[in-house]
């Protein structure tokens, strides 16, 4: 550990010299900087796929659960079993090369679109489980009292059960918004140029392996706990006092 | 007991700068009767067939290197293939698993602050492989271009060098190995792929349809690849040397050449055609184990 060195986070880029601002100028950039970009590029990727997966889960889930529109139960099982089915790595492969092959239009897209569609349905694809599971964890008698009162299907899903269910998710949520972040390396396969695509460049450049490494741990470690605590403080805003998840006394 | 494992932790982090090595591998290979022989999965110079077979240009001229060593310490050495990545050549080779590295290695500085290089075998000629109806000639055509090259590999720097000394400007994108990147080009994401001369005439060569590509413009960098040994063991760079030299003059390794770039080679019997470069005629005329610096000096 003694011949560690961690200058090499201030080395330009191009002609490996130690740059005194340790971030570089105009196109002479650092690693350190180098590095940063790399991260914005995994947090880019990661939170436009988590806002992805919550609105299209949300959706598949509630439609999992509505009664009488079995065409729609369907579809929505369909969805949860393709995208929970298919190897994350294979589905980004299958957005970027066979997609486009099929559908011309794609082609304009940019990588960056995809790669985040890949993430996002994947991901929408297990919160559409919780999502299925919270409402259905609800005792069955809420549903009722919402059609006695009147309400719309949209209404007692907007008022009575949808309130109930993401409190009870809320901490699986929290787990899949922080693997998000981690599944983002799946980017560099398509040359995004991501925080796992740096570690290996750049440590095969500089020849420190070890030090870009813990620097890319680091801010793994720093972007999923953010996110983690993000998430509990809203969990515990949202957290209404008396109410508590039911366990085993549901249906009835 | 938190502390011992982030201890331990730490130890098995910084464990191929820490422990010395018994610098002397010509004793450690006659004790064992066995040498590691440090090959590469998918490089044009050493790559596998599958089922633990490996071959290629600098595999095979490896293996005659451990017939002269089995000579040099008077028994016969077994030789255990162990296949290496860009990422853990340089601390396998420094913590013993492997003896000698004979894959696609640039010799440069940096490395030689970490292991040693054997005299140099093979000049790379960085290149540019476009589609051959693109119009591209030469590093100048590539402004506002997207450009693809492969992560890991000294040719992203090179691209970037280039890049600020031509004054222009071009988009990279990088592939996570030399398939990616070619399909890259291939299937129109990227303009050109730089890369090593070898990898992209191999790649053209396994490609549906060879003709729609060629290799254009001026050589980008000069890369000496040599095989890599422990650092501070001058019996063996020397017993290494002799092989390689021995090899050179009685035009074994001009044959090897000949077999591997100039004739069909398996696993799909295609012909890579690369005639040996002017670059690696003179690094035969006269060897040496000069780092890429000495020969890039701008």
Redesign the interface.
């Known amino acids: 550990m003694a011949n560690w060195d961690w200058q090499v986070f201030c080395k330009d880029t191009i002609d490996g010299e130690v740059v005194a601002n340790c971030w570089g100028s105009g196109k002479d950039i650092t690693y350190l900087h180098w590095m940063v970009e790399a991260w914005g590029w995994t947090v880019a990727v990661s939170l436009v796929g988590l806002v992805i997966a919550l609105v299209v889960g949300s959706l598949v889930g509630v439609m999992r659960t509505l009664p009488n529109s079995p065409w729609l139960v369907r579809f929505g099982n369909a969805w949860v079993e393709l995208f929970r089915n298919i190897p994350l790595l294979v589905q980004v492969f299958l957005w970027y090369f066979v997609l486009p092959k099929m559908i011309p239009v794609m082609k304009g897209f940019p990588p960056f679109v995809l790669v985040v569609c890949a993430l996002g349905f994947f991901t929408s694809a297990r919160i559409a489980e919780q999502v299925r599971s919270g409402i259905q964890a609800l005792p069955r008698g809420q549903r009722y009292a919402a059609m006695a009162v009147g309400f719309t299907t949209f209404q007692s899903y907007r008022y009575v059960i949808l309130p109930m269910a993401y409190r009870i998710i809320f901490p699986p949520l929290i787990s899949e918004s922080m693997n998000i972040f981690k599944n983002s390396a799946v980017a560099f396969a398509v040359s995004i140029p991501v925080l796992a695509q740096f570690y290996l460049q750049a440590g095969e450049e500089t020849g420190a392996q070890v030090e870009m490494f813990v620097g890319v741990t680091a801010l793994y470690i720093v972007s999923a706990l953010a996110v983690n605590r993000i998430m509990t403080a809203i969990e515990k805003r949202l957290r209404i006092p008396g109410f508590v998840a039911p366990g085993g006394t549901g249906g009835h | 007991m938190k502390k011992h494992l982030l201890v331990m932790a ?1 130890a098995a ?2 464990v191929s ?2 422990y010395a090595q018994t610098n002397d591998t010509l004793a450690k290979i006659k004790a064992s009767g066995n040498i590691s022989l440090g090959v590469r999965d998918s490089s044009a110079l050493s790559f596998t067939l599958g089922n633990g077979k490996y071959v290629g240009f600098h595999t095979e001229m490896a293996e005659r290197i451990v017939d002269d060593l089995s000579k040099a310490v008077g028994k016969k050495l077994a030789i255990t293939y162990t296949p290496v990545t ?2 853990n050549r ?2 396998l080779v420094q913590n013993g698993t492997v003896d000698l590295e004979c894959g696609s290695t640039t010799n440069n500085l ?2 030689q ?2 292991v040693a290089f054997a005299v140099t075998t093979y000049m790379e000629e960085v290149r540019i492989a476009t589609k051959a109806n693109s119009g591209i000639t030469g590093i100048k055509d590539l402004n506002g271009k997207t450009v ?1 090259t492969t ?4 040719s ?2 090179t691209l ?2 280039n890049e ?1 000394a031509n004054g222009i400007d071009f988009k990279e ?4 190995d030399h398939a ?1 990147s070619f ?2 080009l291939e ?3 990227a303009d050109a792929f730089v890369m090593d001369g070898s990898i992209l005439a191999a790649n053209i060569s396994k490609s549906k349809a060879p003709a729609d590509f060629k290799i254009v413009g001026e050589v980008l960098s000069v890369e000496p690849i040599a095989c890599m040994i422990r650092k501070d063991d001058p019996a063996f760079k020397k017993a290494v040397d002799d092989s390689i030299k021995h090899q050179i003059a009685d035009g074994s390794l001009a044959k090897l050449y000949d077999k591997w770039f100039m004739q069909p080679i398996p696993p799909a019997n295609t012909k890579i055609g690369l005639p040996m470069s002017e670059a690696t005629k003179a690094a035969w005329a006269n060897p040496n184990d000069k780092p890429m610096e000495a020969f890039n000096s701008k």
């Open positions: 730490m982090i910084g700068g820490v860009s990422q340089i601390p940096a490395r602050k970490d693809a992560t890991g590999t000294t992203v720097q970037r060098k600020r994108v990088m592939g996570k990616d399909l890259l299937s129109g994401r």
